[in-house]
């Protein structure tokens, strides 16, 4: 039975498991969410056009090429430790997960196209953080989200859904509360660097699972950001970083 599941989901035993779980009951939230328009992109994150969350997260449509504008958001507090979350076990990709403290996408309307100095994106990292941490929108003023840099990155999550993105990378560090919405966020912890590098250790033994994202920006570039995080200024750039 292993080898067969294994073969099926090209992913490690345990999070196939979950995976086809997911898969057999999607959640009905979740499945509002697929209807969102995304932002189409060219490698060079230029804007296409838009479509729902569902057809841009579809591996087929990936294949053919289909690549869409996202964000990940990497949160410290005042002691410099970074705020992870799980993903929980309703999402439809990589449910069951750990991750950087937020991974969404701007949506395809005025505000959150809005390019200039990438205030579409900070305001759809503010109403994210809201959404899935319950942050008050003022704990996180847009002028000091930091956009760094973007990474384009692909990843199949199962047989039938996976992510193609050009992620821009937004640093903050601030004290935050947190009012977790479980239908987003299974738990949430803050780790120092040696404790991520434990981490990156266990997903490398199948103890946990690591988003293939985070997962790339861990590998490439996160700690070098991390020591940095009072001068920020010398990473950031407007490339976009292929790690596909």
């Not at 035993?13 to 898969?23: A, E, G, M, P």
């Not at 591996?59 to 799980?86: C, D, P, W, Y």
């Not at 899935?132 to 003023?141: D, H, K, R």
Request: charged share 25%; hydrophobic share 35%; with cysteine.
């Amino acid at each position: 039975m292993y080898g067969v599941l294994k073969y099926i989901c090209g992913v490690r035993f345990s999070y196939c498991v979950r995976r086809v779980s997911t898969v057999l009951a999607m959640d009905s939230t979740q499945e509002k969410y697929l209807e969102e328009r995304c932002i189409l992109v060219d490698e060079n994150d230029k804007v296409l056009g838009s479509e729902t969350k569902r057809t841009c997260h579809l591996n087929t449509n990936i294949e053919a090429g289909m690549l869409h504008r996202a964000f990940s958001v990497f949160l410290f507090n005042q002691k410099g430790e970074l705020l992870l979350q799980k993903r929980s076990n309703a999402k439809i990709t990589f449910p069951a997960c750990w991750t950087n403290t937020c991974c969404s996408h701007p949506l395809y309307c005025q505000e959150e196209l809005d390019e200039t100095d990438n205030i579409g994106v900070r305001r759809a990292v503010r109403r994210k953080l809201k959404h899935e941490l319950g942050i008050p929108p003022e704990q996180v003023p847009l002028e000091e989200l930091n956009v760094l840099t973007k990474i384009h990155y692909k990843a199949p999550s199962d047989g039938q859904w996976g992510e193609h993105e050009v992620d821009y990378m937004v640093f903050l560090q601030k004290e935050v509360t947190l009012d977790l919405n479980d239908n987003e966020v299974a738990e949430c912890r803050y780790v120092n660097q040696q404790q991520l590098r434990e981490m990156v250790e266990q997903d490398k033994s199948d103890s946990i699972t690591l988003t293939p994202w985070f997962r790339l920006i861990t590998n490439s570039f996160l700690f070098k950001w991390w020591d940095s995080l009072k001068d920020l200024s010398p990473h950031k750039d407007n490339l976009v970083h292929k790690l596909v």
